[in-house]
C-alpha cells in the first residue's frame, strides 16, 4: 500500500484512501490491478484521458500516426504502418500500447517524454494489462449513457437509512470500512437545514419551538415550514443567478445600469411556487417561442441575456454580436449540460467527441437573434438592449405580480427574440468572427443525444424539447449534481461543469442515476428533490470528524460526517442582518447599493456614464439580503468577492472555498457587521441590564445553540472588561457607537451598548457563527 499511496500523492494530489481493494483517483474510486472486473468508463478511460488522448484522440488536427484510443474501432484497427494493433482485445503482450506503456527506452515508450505527461506506475499498467485481457471491451462515455433507475442496494444496518438515499450512501461506506456519524444535535441540525433552505439562520422562536418538539416528526415539520417560506425561492436562486451570470451593469469599459432584475424576481417566485425543473428550463430557452407566449414566459429568457454587452464607440458589431452568442452557447452547455462545449470553439474537442462542427451547429441555435452587437453610444445608453419586453403598471400587478416594482415608470427587460428569416450560421476558421467557412444548421450534440429533427424544431423550441428529454443523459444529473453540491459543499461529480472525459468521476453513480432517474420521474420536482435530501440521515449526520476518518477519507468523499463549510458570502451578510433585526425581508426588487468604500468605483471608470460614482442608498435599502447588492461587473462587491461570490461575468456553477486575512477584517470591521453589533446590543440593554441573560440569549441567537458555561464566563469577563474601560473613557464609548446610519435608541445606556456591541462583534466573529457545521 505504501507504494501506491506514494503513487497517488505524486499523481493526483490527493490523500491515500486506506481501502483493502481501492485507492482514489480524481474524486473517485480506481479499481487496484487483479482484483476483478475492470471498467473502461471507471479505471481505463481517466488513465487514458490523462496520458493518451491528448495525441491519439478525438482532436484530429493533433492527432499522431493517425491512431484514436478513444474510440473502439481504431484501436483494434491495424496500425497505419501495417505492423500490429494498437490493442489486440485478449492479448496485451501482442498490443502496442501495452508494449508501449512498459517499454523503459525513451525513443519507443508512451508517453513521449517530450510530451511531459508523465509514464503510467505500476497499478495503471495493471489495470491496462488486465483489460487487455478481458476482451478490451469499450463503453459509452458514462455520462453519455441516459441514467437507468438502479435497484436500492441492501445494507447490513437497516435502522440507519431514512429514505433511499442512505442506503447508497452507507453501502459505499460500508465498502470502505466506515461507519456513519450519530445524528447531529437538534440545535445545530435546525441552523443547517435553515441556511441550506432559506439562506437565514432560525430565529429565537423556532430554535425554542423546535427544542420543545419531542415528536417523531419535527424535524419533518420543520423542514416543510422551511421549505414553505418565500425566502426558500431567494436562496435556491443565488446560485442560479451564478449560472445565470446575473449582474447590474453590462460590463467592458462603460459598464453602464441595465434592468434585468425582474428576471431574477421571476426567478425566485419559479422556486417558491415550486415550477418543475423542465418547464424553469424550457421558459429560459425559448419561452418566446411557446404557442401564445405571455410576458411571463418571455421574461424567462433573460437568462440568455445576461452576458456583458459593449457600449464603446468604435467597435466592429459583428464581432460583438459573435461574441454574445459565444456566450450564450458556453451558458448553456456549462450550465445546464455540464460540458466544457466551448473547447470546439477553435478546433475540435481534444478530450470529448464535440467536434467543431457540433460546436457550431448548437450555436445556430442562438444564432438567428435579433440582438445587435453594438446599440447606441454611451451618451444615449439604454436600460435594456433589443429584444425588449416592456412592462407596463397594469401587468406588474396582474400576471406579472411577482415583480416588486417600485415606481410606475416604464420597465424594460432584454430577452430572446429571432429574426423572420433564417441568418446562415457559419464554421468559424480558427473561431475568428470574421472567417466564415461552410454553413451548418442546428443541431444539438449529437455525442450526447440525437436531435430529431423529424420531431424537433431547428430553433430554440427544439432545443428545449432536446434538453428536457427524459432521455437526455445529462440535464437532470448535472442539475441533482448541481443541487446536491449546495448541501454537500461538492457535487457527487466534483467537476460541477464537466462531465466530460476530462472531469471527474461520480463518486456514487448508483446514487447519481437513481437521483437523477427519480427526479425524472416524480415531474422535476425541486421541492421534493431537495426535501429527500435534506431528510436523510446522510445529511443528518454530525459534523464532527475523528482522527481515523479524516486519514482514511479526508475529502468525505464516502459521506461518514455531515458537511461543514462556511457561509457563502451573500449568506454571510444575510446572517449578521437577520440576528441582528437588520434585515429588510422585502422579496424582490431592483439592487441596492450599500456600505462600501469610497473611491472604488470612481477609480475604475472611463469617466462616462451614470456609473462613474457610487451614490450609497440610505434607509431600509441599506439592509436588503445579500443577494440584492448592486453588482457592477468592472467593480464588483468588494466584501461579497472576498468571501468569494462569483464576479458574475460568466456562467459560474461552483465557487471557489478559500481562507484568507481579508475575510477576517471585513468581519472585524465592515460597517454593516459593526452597525449589526451596535443596532442589536442598543436594543437589548434597553431591554435588560442582566449580563447573564444578555450574553446567553445573544449567544444562541446568532450562533443559535445554547452556550457552555465556560463560554459565558469567557464573554461575561470580556464585557466587564470592556465596560471598565469605556466607564472611564466615555468618549471613547461614543466613538465605538458612532457606526452606521440607523438610528441609536435613546433611551440606551451608552456603556453598557458599547460593551455589549463589543461581545456581539466578537461572537460575529466566532468561526462557528459563519460557517454550516
Known amino acids: 500500500m505504501k507504494k501506491q499511496s506514494l503513487f497517488l500523492v505524486l499523481a493526483i494530489g490527493a490523500f491515500a484512501l486506506l481501502v483493502v481493494s481501492c485507492f482514489q483517483k480524481n474524486g473517485t474510486l480506481q479499481k487496484k490491478s487483479g482484483t476483478g472486473p475492470v471498467s473502461y468508463n471507471f479505471d481505463i478511460r481517466p488513465i487514458l484521458s490523462d496520458k493518451c488522448f491528448a495525441c491519439h484522440g478525438p482532436d484530429a488536427k493533433k492527432r499522431e500516426a493517425g491512431l484514436r484510443l478513444d474510440v473502439a474501432e481504431s484501436a483494434y484497427a491495424k496500425l497505419k504502418d501495417g505492423k500490429g494493433f494498437a490493442i489486440f482485445p485478449g492479448k496485451p503482450e501482442q498490443s502496442e500500447v501495452y508494449k508501449r506503456i512498459t517499454s523503459v527506452d525513451p525513443s519507443y515508450q508512451m508517453p513521449t517524454p517530450e510530451s511531459h505527461l508523465g509514464l503510467l506506475n505500476e497499478s495503471e499498467i495493471g489495470l491496462v494489462r488486465d483489460w487487455i485481457k478481458q476482451g478490451a471491451k469499450y463503453e459509452k462515455h458514462w455520462a453519455f449513457a441516459a441514467p437507468v433507475l438502479p435497484a436500492v442496494p441492501e445494507v447490513s444496518d437497516e435502522a440507519w437509512p431514512k429514505n433511499e438515499i442512505d442506503h447508497f450512501v452507507l453501502q459505499k461506506m460500508e465498502g470502505a470500512g466506515l461507519a456513519p456519524n450519530e445524528e447531529a444535535g437538534k440545535s445545530h441540525l435546525l441552523k443547517r437545514a435553515a441556511l441550506d433552505l432559506t439562506g437565514l439562520p432560525p430565529t429565537l422562536e423556532m430554535q425554542q419551538k423546535f427544542a420543545a418538539d419531542k415528536s417523531d416528526k419535527a424535524y419533518e415539520k420543520i423542514v416543510d415550514e422551511l421549505l414553505a417560506q418565500k425566502t426558500f425561492g431567494e436562496k435556491m436562486a443565488v446560485y442560479w443567478l451564478d449560472v445565470a451570470r446575473y449582474a447590474d451593469s453590462y460590463g467592458y469599459q462603460d459598464d453602464e445600469y441595465r434592468t434585468q432584475w425582474p428576471w431574477r424576481d421571476w426567478v425566485i417566485n419559479a422556486f417558491n ?414 431591554k435588560s441590564t442582566d449580563v447573564d441573560h444578555n450574553i446567553r440569549m445573544l449567544f444562541q441567537r446568532i450562533v443559535c445553540r445554547q452556550p457552555t458555561d465556560k463560554e459565558v464566563k469567557l464573554l461575561t469577563d470580556y464585557y466587564n472588561g470592556e465596560a471598565s474601560m469605556f466607564s472611564k473613557d466615555k468618549k471613547h464609548a461614543f466613538k465605538v457607537l458612532n457606526v452606521g446610519e440607523y438610528p441609536h435608541e435613546a433611551k440606551a445606556d451608552e456603556v453598557r451598548a458599547a460593551a455589549l456591541m463589543r461581545v456581539i462583534n466578537a461572537l460575529y466573529n466566532m468561526e462557528e457563527t459563519i460557517t454550516k457545521s
Not at 410576458?295 to 461574441?323: C, D, M, S, W
Not at 475529502?555 to 455531515?562: A, T
Open 273 to 686: 411556487k415550486n415550477m418543475p425543473y423542465d418547464r424553469f428550463l424550457s421558459w429560459q430557452i425559448a419561452g418566446d417561442m411557446l404557442p401564445n407566449a405571455n410576458k411571463e414566459q418571455i421574461l424567462a429568457t433573460a437568462f440568455f441575456r445576461n452576458h456583458k454587452y459593449t457600449e464603446e464607440g468604435g467597435v466592429i458589431p459583428e464581432e460583438y454580436r459573435i461574441e454574445y452568442n459565444i456566450d450564450k452557447t458556453k451558458t448553456f452547455s456549462t450550465g445546464i449540460l455540464g460540458l466544457t462545449v466551448e473547447c470546439a470553439q477553435c478546433h475540435d474537442h481534444k478530450y470529448d467527441p464535440i467536434s467543431q462542427e457540433d460546436y457550431y451547429r448548437l450555436f445556430a441555435f442562438f444564432n438567428n437573434s435579433k440582438e445587435l452587437g453594438f446599440e447606441g453610444a454611451i451618451d444615449n445608453t439604454r436600460p435594456a438592449k433589443i429584444p425588449v419586453m416592456t412592462i407596463s403598471d397594469a401587468e406588474a400587478k396582474t400576471l406579472l405580480s411577482f415583480i416588486n416594482r417600485p415606481d410606475t415608470s416604464r420597465l424594460m427587460v432584454s430577452v430572446l427574440g429571432d429574426l423572420d428569416t433564417l441568418r446562415p450560421t457559419h464554421i468559424l476558421n480558427r473561431g475568428v468572427y470574421d472567417a466564415p467557412g461552410r454553413v451548418v444548421t442546428a443541431v444539438a450534440l449529437p455525442a450526447v443525444m440525437k436531435f430529431d429533427t423529424t420531431k424537433m424544431p431547428q430553433n430554440r423550441l427544439g432545443l428545449a424539447k432536446w434538453t428536457t428529454s427524459k432521455s437526455n443523459p445529462l440535464t437532470a444529473r448535472v442539475f441533482v449534481n448541481q443541487i446536491w453540491q449546495e448541501f454537500f459543499g461538492r457535487g457527487i461529480v466534483k467537476s460541477t461543469g464537466d462531465f466530460g472525459m476530462q472531469g471527474d468521476l461520480p463518486t456514487n453513480p448508483a446514487l447519481l442515476d437513481w437521483l437523477a432517474v427519480d427526479f425524472m420521474n416524480h415531474g422535476w420536482d425541486i421541492k421534493r428533490l431537495v426535501k429527500q435530501i435534506v431528510t436523510s440521515a446522510t445529511y443528518r449526520q454530525s459534523a464532527k470528524i475523528s482522527e481515523e476518518k479524516l486519514k482514511a477519507d479526508p475529502d468525505n468523499i464516502y459521506l461518514s460526517h455531515g458537511p461543514r463549510y462556511r457561509l457563502p458570502a451573500e449568506l454571510v451578510r444575510d446572517m449578521v442582518l437577520s440576528t441582528s433585526g437588520l434585515l429588510n425581508p422585502k422579496i424582490g426588487g431592483p439592487s441596492v447599493k450599500p456600505y462600501q468604500p469610497k473611491g472604488l468605483w470612481e477609480a475604475a471608470t472611463s469617466g462616462r456614464g451614470t456609473l462613474r460614482t457610487y451614490q450609497q442608498d440610505k434607509g431600509d435599502a441599506l439592509y436588503r439580503r445579500g443577494m440584492y447588492t448592486f453588482i457592477k461587473l468592472t467593480v464588483p462587491p468588494p466584501s461579497m468577492i472576498i468571501f468569494d461570490a462569483s464576479n458574475r461575468d460568466h456562467c459560474e456553477v461552483k465557487r471557489s472555498k478559500t481562507n484568507t486575512p481579508l475575510q477576517a477584517l471585513v468581519m472585524l470591521n465592515d460597517p454593516t457587521v459593526l452597525e449589526a453589533s451596535r443596532v442589536l446590543a442598543e436594543r437589548t440593554v434597553v
